[in-house]
Structures are given as structure tokens and as C-alpha cells.
């Protein structure tokens, strides 16, 4: 019995969907645990490239029975347009995946409001409804996958919400209301299409670990994303970090076996908010450029910069990763010099913890080591031996500034571009 977490351990897009495709031949169950359609994990296998956004990326191999968790915010138009779109691919998901009844919908306003909040003092989200969906689950106002099963129910808890969410809408942003009768219709036929999938998810997935299966958890978005972690208000609104897997899907943290960190060699960011290893000159662009830095979900240009190794540090306390799989190694093959943030300096002075609080996180002075770079193609390395001696130097370099073992390293996004230790 094996139940491992994976959380990306950046600022997402790690390429936590290609490692737990490997991982997953592995595994018995792969579970989403937070987060929702915000999250763009590609997987690609042979030249075929796969996007998904709330399907845990264990949907490709067969045999693994895909989770999502309570802890996840599913918009139901997301989830089936996803679900459509494997099955055009001939991916059979009957019986394979089961979602739980206490996760919350995303809403049409929630979706409209993400985007109408994003006025000023910009987070820069994805505009999935992921905040607002989160805010009125904890403002015990959600409208849950369990409530599809009862249309009265909905519909006055549709209703009830829409009152509220038009008033809003109306007073506040000045914008048109929401028709309400339009989104109980689309609702109400949700049940049909979303039913067969619901499961008491929990009890699911306890008597699967009872039994002796090996459950992988899939987090979305990364370690500084977290909204109690991260650079906050920078963040999203759930814990991307392996606390949040139990909370999220009802596995206990004394079933809970390792963690695995995925870790880009280099460090992205997608939205605003603090970065101090960001680069704005042409190794940046090159980062991006080779590396493909792009949204998996929006499209947007991804924020590049240097490995920061103080982060990880922080990354791997508040996690407790064990091992870590180093992704994107490859996109470093052409710089002739690596920088690697090895600590940061504020007025003059070292710090000692990792500052959370954006005043200071904006403030800080990366201090950084020059490590020789190896100016080789490695995407065609198959072991650790065929890699150059510059690359192996920057994986003890970072591995041992950061704390953690590597067990994976990933040199191209297709399977067999990667090298398990
Ligand atoms: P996720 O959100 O953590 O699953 O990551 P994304 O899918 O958003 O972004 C990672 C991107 O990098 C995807 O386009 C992957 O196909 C790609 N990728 C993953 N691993 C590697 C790698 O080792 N090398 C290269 N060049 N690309 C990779
Ligand atoms: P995966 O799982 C990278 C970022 C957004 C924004 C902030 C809040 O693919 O790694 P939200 O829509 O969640 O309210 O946006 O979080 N963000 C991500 N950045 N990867 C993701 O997911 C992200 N999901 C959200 O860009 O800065
Ligand atoms: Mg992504």
C-alpha cells in the first residue's frame, strides 16, 4: 500500500501532469485533491499532446480509476466539456472516474465575478471562478455535486444565491443581472450528464487503501501559490500544498506514505505578485522561448527566471517532500553560465526564514551562485551516465541546497524523456 502526494512545489506548471502519467503506471488510483479548471496539466504521449484541467492525469493509462476530490471547485461545463473530449480521443472513463459528492460547483457568477473583481490591484487569475466558488463554500453558501440529486433543492439554492449575486452585481459592479432562470434550466440538466460519476469519495478511497491499493494525489498549482503559504494575496484560493490532500479527499495524514515535490530546474510564474529570481533580459526569454513557457489554461506568457533554491527550501518544509523530480532540465542546455539563488538579502542583511509577506518578498536581493552550464542538447539522455558532468554538478548543486533527493529527472515532455534514478 503506497499513497503518495505529488505537489508541484513552484509556482505551478512544474510539469506535473507529464511525471504523474509515469508515476501512474504505479498506482491503482490518481486523485485530485484541491483547485479546479484553473490548472493545465499536459501529458504527451508519442506526438499526441494532452491538456486537462480537473480530470487527474491518470485518465490516460487504463487501468487507473481517476478521483476528484472534496476538496476540488468542478465546473460542470469544464468537466463535461473534458469528459467529451476523451471520449473523441477513445478514452473510455466509464467506471474510472468517480467525483465526490461534497465538492463544490462553480457557478456562472462565480466566473463573472473573478473576472469583475480583477479590476484593480490585479492577482491576475485565470478567470475559472476559483475564488468566488471557494469564498461561498466557506461562506457556507456553495451548491455542491450532492445537490444535482435534488432539483428542488437546487433550484431554491440556485434561486436563493442568484438574488444575492444579482444584487451584486447590480450594485457593486454596475453590471447587467444574471438570468435566473436560465442557469436553474442549465443546472437542473447537469444531473443526467454528472450523476453516474458521484461517490461517496472518502469511504471510496479508504477501503481502496484498507485493501492494499496504491493511491497517487495529484495537486494543481504549486507551493507558493498556497493561500495560506504562498505570497499571499498572490495566491489562489485552496492548498496546493500536501496538507491539503487529506483535507481534500478524506485520506487521513496517517495513511499518507511520501511526498514527491515536481520541481522545474528553473523557476515560472504565471499572474502577478512577487518573483525575486524573475529575469527581464534575453536569458528570460530564451527561458521562455526554449523552455515553451506559455498557459496550459490561458495562453499567457509565462514570468521566467533562476532555480531559487531559498524557496525550495521553504517548498520542501512546508510539504515535507522526501524526493523531488527535477523537470525542464533540458531547457538549460544552451546558456553558457546557470545562476542558482542559493539565499536572499534585505537592507544588507541575510535573511534566515523565507518571507511570506509580499512588503519584503518585493524587496529582497537574491544571492546567487554562477555554476558552469553544459551548451548540450540532453532531451535524448535516457540514464543519469549520459548526461554531462555541468548538468549532473547542477543537480547535486541544487538538490543539496534545497534539501531534498532527486529520484526523477525529465529532459523533454514525451515518457520516454525521462530518467528515473
Ligand atoms: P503542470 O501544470 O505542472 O502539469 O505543467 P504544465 O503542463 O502546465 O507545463 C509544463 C509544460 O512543460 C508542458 O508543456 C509539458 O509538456 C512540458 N514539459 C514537462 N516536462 C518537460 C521537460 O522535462 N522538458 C521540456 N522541455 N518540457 C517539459
Ligand atoms: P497548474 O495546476 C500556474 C495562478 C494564476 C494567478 C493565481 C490565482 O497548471 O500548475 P486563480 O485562477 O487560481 O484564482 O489564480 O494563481 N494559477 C496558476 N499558475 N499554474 C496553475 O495551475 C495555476 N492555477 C492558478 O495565474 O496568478
Ligand atoms: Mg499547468
Not at 493561500?227 to 483535507?247: E, H, I, L, Q, R
Not at 495513511?255 to 536569458?283: H, M, Q, W
Not at 534545497?402 to 529532459?411: D, H, L, T
Request: with cysteine; charged share 25%.
Amino acid at each position: 500500500m503506497e499513497v503518495t502526494i505529488l505537489v508541484g512545489s513552484q509556482w505551478g506548471d512544474e510539469g506535473k501532469g507529464k511525471i504523474v502519467d509515469i508515476l501512474s503506471n504505479k498506482f491503482d488510483i490518481v486523485a485530485r485533491y484541491q483547485g479546479g479548471a484553473n490548472a493545465g496539466h499536459t501529458i504527451v504521449i508519442k506526438d499526441k499532446q494532452y491538456i486537462l484541467h480537473l480530470i487527474p492525469s491518470g485518465i490516460l493509462r487504463k487501468d487507473v480509476t481517476c478521483v476528484i476530490g472534496n476538496g476540488v471547485v468542478i465546473d460542470p461545463v469544464a468537466l463535461l466539456d473534458e469528459i467529451h473530449f476523451l471520449e473523441s480521443q477513445n478514452i473510455n472513463i466509464t467506471g474510472r472516474l468517480l467525483i465526490s459528492q461534497n465538492a463544490h460547483l462553480i457557478m456562472p457568477y462565480h466566473k463573472l465575478l473573478d473576472s469583475l473583481k480583477e479590476g484593480t490591484d490585479k492577482i491576475g487569475t485565470t478567470g475559472r471562478g476559483i475564488g468566488p466558488c471557494y469564498i461561498d463554500k466557506y461562506a457556507r453558501k456553495g451548491i455542491r455535486i450532492v445537490d444535482l440529486l435534488n432539483k428542488e433543492d437546487l433550484e431554491k439554492k440556485i434561486r436563493r444565491n442568484l438574488e444575492e449575486k444579482n444584487n451584486l452585481l447590480k450594485k457593486v459592479y454596475y453590471h447587467e443581472e444574471l438570468d435566473v432562470d436560465a442557469i436553474v434550466k442549465e443546472y437542473l440538466a447537469f444531473d443526467e450528464a454528472i450523476d453516474p460519476y458521484i461517490a461517496d469519495v472518502s469511504t471510496y478511497l479508504n477501503n481502496q487503501i484498507l485493501a492494499g491499493k496504491n493511491v497517487l494525489m495529484e495537486g494543481a498549482q504549486g507551493a507558493l501559490l498556497d493561500v495560506d503559504f504562498g505570497t499571499y494575496p498572490y495566491v489562489t484560493s485552496s492548498n496546493p500544498t500536501s496538507g491539503g490532500a487529506s483535507t481534500g479527499t478524506g485520506i487521513p495524514p496517517t495513511k499518507i506514505t511520501s511526498v514527491i515535490g515536481i520541481v522545474k530546474a528553473y523557476t515560472t510564474r504565471v499572474g502577478n505578485g512577487p518573483f525575486p529570481t524573475e529575469l527581464f533580459d534575453a536569458d528570460g526569454e530564451k527561458l521562455r522561448k526554449v523552455g515553451a513557457e506559455f498557459g496550459a489554461t490561458t495562453g499567457r506568457p509565462r514570468r521566467c527566471g533562476w532555480f531559487d533554491a531559498e524557496l525550495l527550501k521553504y517548498s520542501r518544509m512546508i510539504n515535507g517532500i522526501e524526493r523531488a523530480a527535477i523537470t525542464k532540465l533540458d531547457v538549460l542546455g544552451s546558456f553558457d553560465k546557470i545562476k542558482v539563488c542559493v539565499g536572499y538579502e534585505l537592507n544588507g542583511k541575510k535573511l534566515h526564514t523565507f518571507p511570506t509577506d509580499i512588503v519584503r518578498m518585493e524587496k529582497v536581493t537574491p544571492i546567487y551562485e554562477i555554476l558552469p552550464g553544459w551548451n548540450t542538447d540532453i532531451s535524448n539522455a535516457r540514464s543519469y551516465d549520459d548526461l554531462p558532468s555541468e548538468a549532473k554538478n547542477y543537480l547535486d548543486f541544487i538538490s543539496e541546497h534545497s534539501g531534498f533527493e532527486i529520484s526523477i529527472i525529465s529532459v523533454g515532455p514525451k515518457r520516454v524523456q525521462t530518467i528515473e534514478l
